[in-house]
Protein backbone atom coordinates (compact mmCIF):
# COMPACT_ATOMS: atom_id res chain seq x y z
CA UNK A 1 0.00 0.00 0.00
CA UNK A 2 1.27 3.31 -0.80
CA UNK A 3 1.79 5.69 1.95
CA UNK A 4 1.95 8.92 -0.09
CA UNK A 5 0.26 9.36 -3.43
CA UNK A 6 0.20 12.66 -5.91
CA UNK A 7 -2.86 13.35 -8.15
CA UNK A 8 -3.73 16.31 -10.33
CA UNK A 9 -1.15 16.56 -12.86
CA UNK A 10 -1.72 17.02 -16.29
CA UNK A 11 -0.98 18.84 -20.05
CA UNK A 12 -1.40 22.36 -19.84
CA UNK A 13 -0.92 25.65 -21.83
CA UNK A 14 2.08 27.97 -20.66
CA UNK A 15 0.52 30.54 -17.61
CA UNK A 16 -1.96 28.09 -16.43
CA UNK A 17 -2.88 26.86 -13.17
CA UNK A 18 -2.72 23.15 -11.66
CA UNK A 19 -2.84 22.27 -8.22
CA UNK A 20 -1.06 18.86 -7.37
CA UNK A 21 -2.18 16.86 -4.10
CA UNK A 22 -1.08 14.58 -1.87
CA UNK A 23 -2.77 12.17 -0.06
CA UNK A 24 -0.75 10.78 2.86
CA UNK A 25 -3.40 9.00 4.52
CA UNK A 26 -1.53 5.75 3.81
CA UNK A 27 0.65 6.43 6.53
CA UNK A 28 1.18 8.34 9.76
CA UNK A 29 2.95 12.00 9.42
CA UNK A 30 2.51 14.00 12.41
CA UNK A 31 5.49 15.29 13.24
CA UNK A 32 6.88 15.27 9.45
CA UNK A 33 8.21 18.04 7.03
CA UNK A 34 6.82 17.47 3.85
CA UNK A 35 7.85 18.45 0.38
CA UNK A 36 7.42 18.44 -3.36
CA UNK A 37 10.77 17.71 -6.07
CA UNK A 38 10.40 17.54 -9.67
CA UNK A 39 12.51 15.63 -12.04
CA UNK A 40 12.78 16.37 -15.55
CA UNK A 41 13.55 13.60 -18.41
CA UNK A 42 17.33 13.18 -18.30
CA UNK A 43 17.74 14.92 -14.68
CA UNK A 44 18.00 14.92 -11.02
CA UNK A 45 15.48 15.38 -8.46
CA UNK A 46 14.95 18.86 -7.75
CA UNK A 47 13.74 20.50 -5.24
CA UNK A 48 10.59 22.86 -5.25
CA UNK A 49 8.95 23.76 -2.11
CA UNK A 50 8.82 21.87 1.65
CA UNK A 51 6.38 22.90 4.77
CA UNK A 52 6.76 22.28 7.98
CA UNK A 53 4.17 20.82 10.31
CA UNK A 54 3.17 23.02 13.13
CA UNK A 55 4.29 26.28 11.85
CA UNK A 56 3.26 25.75 8.47
CA UNK A 57 6.21 27.53 7.66
CA UNK A 58 6.97 27.30 3.78
CA UNK A 59 10.26 27.38 1.54
CA UNK A 60 10.51 27.10 -2.10
CA UNK A 61 13.38 27.25 -4.74
CA UNK A 62 13.97 29.91 -6.56
CA UNK A 63 12.48 29.14 -9.52
CA UNK A 64 8.90 28.71 -8.34
CA UNK A 65 9.20 31.48 -5.92
CA UNK A 66 5.89 33.78 -6.13
CA UNK A 67 4.37 31.71 -8.92
CA UNK A 68 3.73 28.02 -6.01
CA UNK A 69 2.24 27.82 -3.15
CA UNK A 70 2.45 24.84 -0.97
CA UNK A 71 -0.12 23.72 1.71
CA UNK A 72 -0.86 21.36 3.73
CA UNK A 73 -4.14 20.27 5.69
CA UNK A 74 -3.15 18.19 8.77
CA UNK A 75 -6.60 16.95 9.68
CA UNK A 76 -7.30 15.21 5.88
CA UNK A 77 -3.91 14.43 5.92
CA UNK A 78 -3.36 16.12 2.17
CA UNK A 79 -0.45 18.32 0.68
CA UNK A 80 -0.99 20.80 -2.26
CA UNK A 81 0.90 22.41 -4.33
CA UNK A 82 -0.46 25.19 -6.01
CA UNK A 83 1.10 26.15 -9.51
CA UNK A 84 0.26 29.09 -11.19
CA UNK A 85 2.38 30.97 -14.12
CA UNK A 86 3.35 27.39 -15.23
CA UNK A 87 6.02 27.58 -17.61
CA UNK A 88 7.62 24.91 -19.75
CA UNK A 89 10.46 24.62 -17.62
CA UNK A 90 7.99 23.17 -15.23
CA UNK A 91 7.43 19.86 -17.16
CA UNK A 92 8.82 16.97 -14.81
CA UNK A 93 7.36 14.28 -12.73
CA UNK A 94 5.96 15.85 -9.69
CA UNK A 95 6.72 13.82 -6.27
CA UNK A 96 5.40 14.17 -2.94
CA UNK A 97 8.00 13.15 0.05
CA UNK A 98 7.73 12.91 4.17
CA UNK A 99 10.93 13.71 6.35
CA UNK A 100 11.24 13.66 9.85
CA UNK A 101 14.17 14.98 10.93
CA UNK A 102 13.65 18.78 11.38
CA UNK A 103 17.14 19.21 12.07
CA UNK A 104 17.46 19.24 8.33
CA UNK A 105 16.20 21.91 6.04
CA UNK A 106 13.70 19.68 3.34
CA UNK A 107 15.89 21.21 0.45
CA UNK A 108 17.18 18.17 0.00
CA UNK A 109 15.93 14.71 -1.47
CA UNK A 110 18.04 12.54 1.24
CA UNK A 111 16.38 15.01 3.81
CA UNK A 112 13.10 12.56 3.18
CA UNK A 113 12.36 9.61 4.41
CA UNK A 114 8.84 8.12 2.19
CA UNK A 115 8.32 9.07 -1.16
CA UNK A 116 5.04 8.72 -3.82
CA UNK A 117 5.08 8.06 -7.00
CA UNK A 118 4.85 10.96 -8.67
CA UNK A 119 2.45 13.09 -11.00
CA UNK A 120 3.14 14.49 -14.77
CA UNK A 121 3.00 17.96 -15.44
CA UNK A 122 3.36 18.97 -18.97
CA UNK A 123 3.50 22.31 -19.92
CA UNK A 124 3.56 23.30 -23.49
CA UNK A 125 4.21 26.72 -25.35
Known amino acids: QAQLVESGGGLVQAGDSLRLSCDAS????????MGWFRQAPGKGREFVAT????????EYADSVKGRFTVSRDNAKKMVYLQMNFLEPDDTAVYYC??????????????????WGQGTQVTVSS
Open 51 to 58: IAWGTNAA
Open 26 to 33: GGSFSGYR
Open 97 to 114: AAGWNRIFTGKEAGHYDY
